[in-house]
């Protein structure tokens, strides 16, 4: 029987369709050619945002610490774990001089134009490249590569990773998660700082360095999402680990620098074999169980409290967020899960380590180590005994369920960022294949120090991991290169490591202003901040012994780079295609043309305008509101009809004035900008930041607003603290 060609081409089409639905997710390879921690040049209005909002963080530090000294009070908090207070601190008269100067230092700033060939690259990759509509770039795990692929095909992948070892969940262990928390932190003290777990979107990495990754693209699944709990389990962990370590004398290695330590310790080293194993998939390999197991190991060298062990395990309760929904592990009870990125991750990594090295040293000595997932160990030992080794090392980590991939009777690895030699005893820097090292170049918009600091940072740390010149030299091309694709006229030579002497160092009382750095700004901040310190504390103040030159310092901080740039980005086109189409009226008035806000009253996160016009005057007022507008004008409306709430606003004050002397008015509302309020997610709030912006930059639209807003505190954040969950 015959069939017909026409039958053929429609039978390889539908074939051909079907393959391309069921595939792969497609992606294209994407190198920017230079590294994402690039800085291009921000606009004026978003640096001075970020000033604004350093120069309020420096403030409140100003406030507190000076509450502290001329009031004699000290913090109740016996131990915070790095959290800082949510309160306002009090107003200080001997600071408003110097307030007020930081003010004007903020309303002053001048910008100039800046030319440069590679920030025009940055803002023409940053148009073309990164921010093109419907199409994400999705970071490579362990080099410097991006994926260009679609909304939908990364959605896919990331539904594949997540189904893979997670469960849908509901939003009432949500609840009992942050209930618990909330005690915790109760009994700490601490549940006025501490907030609710935040709901983080889970993301994916690709792991291009696989082999077959272009036929069966693999990827590491990354939660965000992590209870702040885990703050205090990290410290409680970092002083077990240390305990452990300083009794045991285990090799748990911090950094390449102890491994190579260990590794020129060794004797007669032409001698020895590796064996060099891989944990799979270690952090979610970890169980309640092992980690119990860990525990109880580590009180024989350390006392361990219940509480503080109810903190370490209630930290590593976790849930998985995607797609708006709460997830779980499968394979776990309670909901345990030690997962990438959380606060005290490494942390239960190292300690698990420990137990499982102190089972491997018993019987092999020093002759092994780990640093967190790899290990390492040398033997003088013929191949059939090596062996042995390599299979009782096997059973060693799957008694504990955990899997591990082993190389035996090796003489030379690649092991964390170098190559070892037994054969000559020398060591080299290694570089996975692949991975070109790309630097900040020179024309980026960091601070002049950190750009100075490059060239001979590289060189020193190449030094470090090199034993001698000959093995500096063979590597240093490759480097080289990259540095002067960056901009550098640094040669690299080798510069031995020489024993450096211990300081003794003290811990200085400092406080420290970080404005953002940019080459576009004309203004010298540095020099105008350290004038006004001498000019607002001369010795005759009564704050000159805790604020002077000596105790305030600055040091400028950066602004949002490539890769910052990238992520960004990312969240807004996933965010735009899982919106939903429902949309809200933009106005709901009984009488559209009678609408306050000219249709668009029901708008959200919105500042305003109120123009307040009289036969003679005009004056202005800025607010906010993170509800819908309609909302806030209510308010409005009721603290001018109603005495008792005349003093809620500047506006209302100056309305009842105007009453009080019989004077008629008017008022015109408008929308000035749209921005998110706080979530605990981001940790900022851009509403609060662009109504002190429109404040401090344009005095002429917010003629009554009072000066003071720079350091009020955001109202906005304080609905996610552990203090407003309600006990089950």
Known sequence: MRISTHFWIILSSYLLSTLTDSSATTMEKVNLGYSTKNIPLPGKNEYLKRFIEKTEHFIRRLRWKANYFLNGTESTINKSYGFKSRNSPPQINELLPFEEDMTRLIQNIQFKDTKSNFQRKLNCDIKNKIKKPNTLLIPADKTTNFYAMNPSSYDKLVKENVTKTYKKSNDKLVGELNAKSAKIAERLKLDDRIEKLAANEAFVTLKDHKQNFSDHPTCRLINPSKSEIGVISKRILDDINASVISSTKINQWKNTASVLKWFNSLNNKSSLSFICFDVCEFYPSITEKLLSKALNF??????????EREIILHAKRSLLFSDNCPWEKKSANNQFDVT???????????????????????????????????????????????????????????????????????????????????K?????????????????????????????????????????????????????????EALDKSGYHHKLSFTPSQASRPQNTRRR?????????????????????????????????????????????????????????????????????????????????????????????????????????????????????????????????????????????????????????????????????QARSYSNVSKRCNLCLWEKFFILRRPEMSTLNSRNELVSGCRHARKFLLKNVLFC
């Open 340 to 422: 990438m990125g959380s606060f005290d991750g490494a942390e239960t990594c190292e300690l698990v380590g420990c137990y499982l090295l102190s089972l491997l040293t018993k019987k092999y000595g020093q002759n092994i180590g780990l640093y967190r997932d790899d290990g390492l160990a040398a033997f003088n030992a013929k191949p059939r005994e090596m062996e042995r080794i390599k299979k009782e090392i096997c059973k060693v980590f799957r008694d504990n369920d955990l899997k591990i991939t082993v190389e035996a009777n090796t003489t030379k690895v690649n092991f964390l960022d170098v190559t070892l030699d037994l």
């Open 424 to 480: 000559s005893g020398k060591f080299y820097p290694y570089m996975k294949e692949g991975n070109i090292p790309l630097y900040v170049h020179q024309e980026s918009n960091h601070p002049p120090s950190i750009l100075r600091n490059i060239p001979e940072s590289i060189n020193k740390r190449l030094s470090e991991i090199s034993s001698d010149k000959e093995s500096f030299d063979s590597a240093k091309g490759v480097y080289q």
């Open 298 to 307: 580590a009180s024989e060298h350390r006392q361990i409290t219940s509480q």
């Open 509 to 673: 009382n400092i406080l420290w202003f970080n404005p953002p750095f940019s080459k576009n700004v004309a203004t010298n901040v540095g020099k105008c901040f350290l004038s006004l310190i001498d000019k607002n504390f001369p010795k005759s103040n009564p704050l000159h012994k805790i604020f002077n030159r000596n105790t305030l310092k600055l040091s400028y901080s950066c602004m949002g780079n490539i890769k910052t740039i990238i992520s960004n980005h990312n969240k807004a086109e996933i965010n735009k295609a899982t919106r939903t189409n429902d949309q809200k009226k933009n106005c709901n008035c009984r009488k559209p043309n009678l609408c306050p806000m000219d249709g668009n009253c029901n708008a959200e996160n919105v500042i305003y305008q109120a123009e307040v016009t009289t036969s003679t005057t005009k004056e202005t007022y800025i607010g906010l509101c993170d509800t819908t507008f309609k909302l806030r004008y209510r308010n409005h409306i009721c603290s001018f009809r109603n005495e008792r709430y005349k003093h809620a606003t500047e506006l209302s004050k100056h309305i009842w004035s105007l009453k009080d002397q019989k004077i008629a008015y008017q008022i015109k509302w408008r929308k000035i900008k």
